[in-house]
Each structure stands twice: as C-alpha cells, then as structure tokens.
C-alpha cells in the first residue's frame, strides 16, 4: 500500500492537475462561443478568428503589440491618496483596490509607456478595463497629466486606448474633477502642436467619453465597441422605446460622423504609423523600413 501511495497516486494526480488543461489550451470567443486555440488566439492580437469579435487585451500586450521591437519602458506617476473619502458599501474600497491589483497585476486602471513606433518616439496610454472596470479616479488622471507632459518635454504624439465604465464612484467629486483635468491637459498638446490620437475599445462609457476620450484629432475605435454616455438598457428604460440595432456601436458612430474611422486591430499599428507622421507633418517612413512589432508574445505574433 505504501508504494501505491507514496508513488503511484501522486503520479496520476501530477497528470491530472499538470497544467495545460482545457481551460490554458483554449479560448471561447465571448461571441460567437467558437473554442480558439490559445496561440492561435494570441497571435490573432486576441480577435477570434471565426468572427472577427475583439476581445480584451490587456495593456501590456497591446504595447508588445504596438511599439517597434516591442521595446517600451513605463512612465510612472505620482499616487494619489487611496480612499480620501474613507469609501465603504459592501468592501472597504481600499480592499477592492488590493482585489484589483492581484488580479491585474497593474498598478492602477491605467498604463502609460514610451518607445518607438515607427521610428518615432511615442507615448502610449491604455486603460485596463479589468481593473474595476477601467473607472476614472485620480489615479487616471494623474497619469494622463504625467504622459501629456512627457509628451510635450519630447515633443512626440500621445495615443489614448480608451476602456471604461466611466468615473469611478468610490471617489465621488474627485473622480469628476478629472474631466476638466484631462481636458486642460489635452489643451497642453493643442497648444504645443502635437498629435493627441484616441482609439476607442470595447467598452468606452460615461464620464470617460464626456472628457478625454471624444477629444482626439484623430478618433479611431475597434470593430463593435460600445461607446456611449448612458448605455443602451438606461435609454431604452428612459424612454421605454427600441433602439435600433447597433445603436452606440463603432459602426453605428462612423456612420453618424462621431469616428473617423474604425480599424481592425491587426491592422491598427500600421495605422497609427501613418497618422501620427501626417499629423507632425512627415513623410511615413518606408514600409519596409518599418521595425515589425513582436505581438504580445514574440515575434511569432
């Protein structure tokens, strides 16, 4: 009995619970429900194959997937007090910011980097919209504050990736404070002449798209992302009418001359390549010139 065990029962466990399950190899597409191979998947930029349906990637991946070389170092940015209003509904709301932390790994519900893409240094912000829903809090705004500066000490284009449910509640006023903020710093680049591009992802709402998020020079969003101030269910509550379908969509924005434009992801690097070199009034660097980004899990991607 002893051997059976000491070696032979802790063998078949180590099979059964060795990583690589179904759950690591695979990925089900939050639309169409197809099984994607989770290669596949990544080097897909995290779209499924099937339908063309862009699921969350999260800010590293989309900087690997962006910048030359995938070479980018962080900007970092001041702190701001964590729960200056001592916030309490059903978890003390420095709790849900420790949650958020260890399951995103990220700092706060924003990312801000620097690097080269396409030759030209670029600063990159992402908001993460797995770190309590991409709110809005003062933390969002000191970043946007801190890149734009770098951005005008460089004198180089400042990108937003914009993903959020809007300001965030547990800092009430202090969060709103940060649409004028955002605004006056977006007014920072006007002035200095410098390209300020928005690309919106699934899902930009609230206070968000009231701010800094509709004010780009250029606004590209990714195929079928919601981007609205109240969603769809809110009106249809208020005015206890249909909406038509795809009401508050990307296409729905183009077609209504909210966008300029919408861009697949895979094609989205070579896109802003080419704008930010019209907008600083360059010639775009030769394609072939162009240093390929590795995708978010090496060159493969």
């Known amino acids: 009995m002893n051997w059976i065990s000491n070696f032979v029962r802790p063998k078949i466990n180590a099979i059964f619970s060795r990583k690589g399950s179904s ?30 349906y862009h699921m969350y990637m999260s800010p590293e991946d989309r900087f690997r ?34 949650d958020a932390q260890k399951s995103t790994g990220q700092k706060e519900a924003i990312s801000i980097s620097e690097g080269q893409l396409g030759g030209m240094k670029t600063i990159i912000a992402c908001q993460d919209f797995k770190f309590m829903g991409g709110s809005m809090g003062m ?42 903020r955002t605004t006056v710093a977006i007014e920072m680049l006007r002035d200095a002449k410098l390209p300020y591009i928005v690309v ?6 609230g206070g968000v798209t009231a701010s800094y998020a509709m004010l780009g ?13 109240a969603g769809p269910r809110v009106i249809e509550q208020t005015i206890r009418e249909r909406l038509p379908e795809g009401f508050q969509r990307s296409e729905y924005l183009l077609d209504h001359g909210m966008l300029d ?5 895979k094609f989205l690097r070579e ?20 240093t390929e980004s590795d995708g978010p899990n090496g060159r493969d991607s």
């Not at 202090?174 to 649409?179: F, K, V």
Request: one cysteine or more; glycine letters at 4%; a neutral charge.
């Open 65 to 98: 997937s962006l910048f030359d070389d995938s070479l980018y170092s962080v900007i970092d940015y001041d702190a701001p007090e964590q729960d200056p209003l001592n916030f309490k509904d059903t978890k003390k709301y420095t709790d849900r910011i420790k």
């Open 139 to 180: 933390a969002v705004g000191n970043a946007i504050l801190e890149g734009v500066k770098r951005a005008v000490k460089n004198k180089s284009p400042f990108i937003l990736f914009a993903a959020a449910g809007g300001a965030r509640m547990q800092e009430s006023v202090l969060s709103l404070i940060q649409m004028p």
């Open 200 to 205: 919106l992802t699934n899902p930009t709402t």
């Open 23 to 52: 759950e690591t190899l695979w990925v089900k597409c939050e639309s169409c429900n197809s099984m994607i191979f989770h290669k596949e998947f990544s080097q897909n930029l995290n779209v499924c194959p099937s339908c063309n």
């Open 217 to 229: 020079d250029v606004q590209i969003a990714e195929p079928n992302a919601l981007i609205c101030f």
């Open 271 to 290: 896109e802003l390549i080419k704008i930010i070199y019209l907008l600083k009034n360059q010639p775009p660097p030769i394609r072939g010139n162009i």
């Open 261 to 265: 434009k919408v861009v697949s992801r």
